[in-house]
């Protein structure tokens, strides 16, 4: 019998006596509650057990619920642990620690970008059970969801490359207004979108609210309607939207009635901190097929929008979840550099593009002024021959002749909105230079030349650039000049773009 438990403690690792040190509770056991934590991840409390010597816990967060401590550990007084990371191969996990200091957890540590270094004190059961993550489930996927619309690439405008969060109702109605008095939708640019940052709180009943920001979305609806415009919204299928707001987590079905008791036409549904819960192929499949049935089943006609920068081949599968457009890539920003190398490079796989289903490089920068002419007039080709949406990101009450011109340049419409919806790709690379093909309706060829370099290079053009044996008309998109050859060649200006259609 003695022999057995003195057996039992070895394997336990422990000495026989009942105070062993390694059976004590340790300092940090227990519920401890954070407030003011900043809103990325949100810390709003830390548990902590240390049953029979072996301690396990959990730091609560608003952007990724429950946080497992991994190999929580006492060293020098500290409780220290791992805990996952994401978006990092180089860090798949990060170490984390919680210090004692005047009877207050002090936890440090770090999920992605986010920085933790926030102060808790003690709390109780029921203030655990209070703040206790409220998981949600996912149901399988179900019978692709039947798409008709976006039979041409999506276009119109997006609050957030110009405003980011800085977005109010007045705002939104002044760009509908300029919409229109520009001339802008009536050159095709039909939806105003509004991006992150118009989220207030839920209800008692769960029923998000817009913030004071937005004191009424049905009659901001109306209002853009009234324009001849459609109107988007945005969300996201994890707890927090990237920008910290409420997301549509445990909420999706409702989400959706709301938006379409609103009046919204448009949603741009963003993984963000959803990409904790959904972090593999077939979990983030699912999480946007529900967004698209719950989307579906309001009976309104949504655009859907499907914003995961590209993960798991989503060009494969967005239109099975009822997309009509995806994001291919990160996040543009207002700068040659960026631009190009998504426009060039991580635009998506041709394959996937045609009607009602479009690879999405984001919206456009033209009109903000961190790129030359002639950059931005490679930023509007290439999205013109890649059949991409076209979604403004500026100031639409403060477009400048030079600007509008660009994005009004109806040839140039004609290319990203043509009805084979094929999407273009590069057939020759030379130096320097791209010459990029886009067939469209009707037999003719959309033809571009992309100097990517930083100083003017020339080139010469050939009807096999297009796949014709021969090539009888030539219409320069930009200047409009129509010719019955194509020139010796074509010097183009660095970072510069020059846009044709042939035809035999
Ligand atoms: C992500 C998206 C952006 C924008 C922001 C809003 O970064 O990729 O397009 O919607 O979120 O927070």
Redesign the pocket.
Known sequence: MKRALVLAAALLGTALSPAAPALAKTAYDGVWLFDDTPPTPGVTMMEVTSKGGKIAGTVTTKWYGPVEMMNPRIEKGELKFEARNLNDKEHLTRPWSVALEDGKARLKGRIWESEVDSTGYKGKSADAKARAFQFSTLAPLGAPIPSKIAATPPMGW?S?NKF??HIDDKTIRAQADAMVSTGLRDAGYLYINI???WQGKRDANGVLQPNEKFPDMKALTDYVHSKGLKIGI?SSQGPR???GYEGSYGHVAQDAKTYAAWGFDYL?Y?L?SGEWFYADADTVKRSYYEMGAALQATGREFIYSL?E?GRFDVGSWGRDVGGQLW?TT??ITDDYPTMAKIGFDKNGNPDWAGPHGWNDP??LEVGNGGMSADEYRTHMTLWAMSAAPLMMGHDLRETDAATLAMLTNKRVIAVDQDAKGAQGKAVRKVGTMEVWAKPLAGGRVALALFNRGDAAASLALSPADAGLASVSQVEDLWSGARTAKLPASYTVPARGAVMLTVGG
């Open positions: 997006s957030w980011a969060e991006d992150d940052g945005y939207t990237c920008a741009k963003d963000c914003c920068y994001r990160g996040d984001d919206m």
